[in-house]
């Protein structure tokens, strides 16, 4: 389906966003950080993390109070192959940058290194730090919780987070393998991206606490944050699809999550006190960094392990089908084909980065959008 929306420069929407998070008290260069993830998301076509939730997750939020636009990065407890951070309710970005360097720091040294961090926020897409281990040479693994959403099987309240389980592994390719994905059969941002379109969820995704299937985004997200609706995990509900899959996967991101770093779990991260006032969510992340080079060489790893994705793609295609894909490569498709065009901006968004630009003064930034004919109605 070809593409409709305009389109607008990398740099200009990075150092918009930079600009507008510095307006907000966040430092240069943790801004510059923060962008910087925000746009990988959207340069592999995953929008449900990109700019579409800069205003929503970052900006609104720091505005609440409920995000400390400075970070503290604290390292309460250390060995040479692992560490402890405490995020004290920063830009989980910036944490999750600099707590997966400490990862990739300690493989380099010893073969294999992992973090698990507390009291951070939302980290943007995941598959930016496993990518960050794959220019290394190495196999990066992440993790996070978050907010209550799915429903544990045979349940139906919203109990566990989203919870990915995310790899990347690299290959002699140009791209590595990434397997980036939540552990339900869709996450809260892809519902939220439903919504701002216009967009009925399909049916599966999303039960309700009576047990009914529902399909109305925009009530979905209402439901959702008041515990009258829960997603389901990988598989559905039940055990007949293999849900109970799903499930297990994402309670083990939840143990994962906080018991290696004392952290928040499940009902602990709603994002509101008792009294339903907003405050952060504390979350928690894991990050493990393995130096190929550590055990067969870098060079053979790789090697083997783009011959079984090439043969993979090679099988025999089912009828209708001319193509069969792995895990990475339709995102490089999606970012050779962005990469001189810029990121596509929807109506919705377009008016929310109008409005910030107006809000905060930054007149320099005009966006092309706004010459429109449609966007000037």
Known sequence: MAETRPY???????????????????????????????????????????????????????????????????????????????????????????????????ARAYGMGMTAVRNSTHYGIAGYYVTMCTKENMIGMTGTNARPSIAPTFGVENMLGTNPLTFGIPTDEAFPFVLDCATSISQRGKIEYYARNGEKVPEGMVIGSDGSILTDSGQILKDLSAGRAALSPL??????????????????????????????????????????????????????????????????????????????????????????????????????????????????????????RDEFGLWQFRFPFEESDAYNG
């Open 8 to 106: 607008v420069d990398w740099k200009l929407m990075g150092d918009f966003m930079e600009a507008v998070l510095e307006k907000l008290g966040v430092p240069e260069d943790d801004a510059r950080v923060c962008a910087e993830i925000l746009l990988e998301s959207d340069r592999r076509g995953i929008e449900s993390h990109g700019c579409n939730r800069f205003k929503s997750i970052y900006v609104d939020r720091i505005k609440d109070g409920i995000l400390n636009p400075k970070t503290k990065f604290e390292i309460v407890r250390e060995t040479a192959t692992t560490a402890v951070v405490d995020g004290h309710n920063g830009m989980g970005m910036v944490i999750g940058k600099k707590a997966m360097q400490m990862a990739i720091d300690k």
């Open 235 to 356: 598989g559905g509900s039940g055990e007949n699809m293999g849900g109970y899959k799903g499930y297990g996967y994402a309670t083990v991101v939840e143990i994962l999550s906080a018991a290696l770093q004392a952290g928040s779990y499940l009902r602990m991260l709603s994002g509101l006190d008792a009294q339903g006032n907003k405050i952060p969510y504390p979350l928690g992340h894991f990050f493990l960094a393995i130096d190929t080079e550590a055990f067969v060489g870098a060079d053979s790893f790789k090697h083997t392990a783009g011959e079984i994705l090439r043969e993979l793609r090679a099988s025999k295609k089912a009828p209708g089908h001319d193509r069969i894909y792995t895990a990475g490569e339709k995102e490089y498709e999606v970012w050779m084909e962005r990469r001189d065009k810029g990121v596509p901006i929807g109506e919705s968004i377009q008016k929310e980065f109008a409005a910030m």
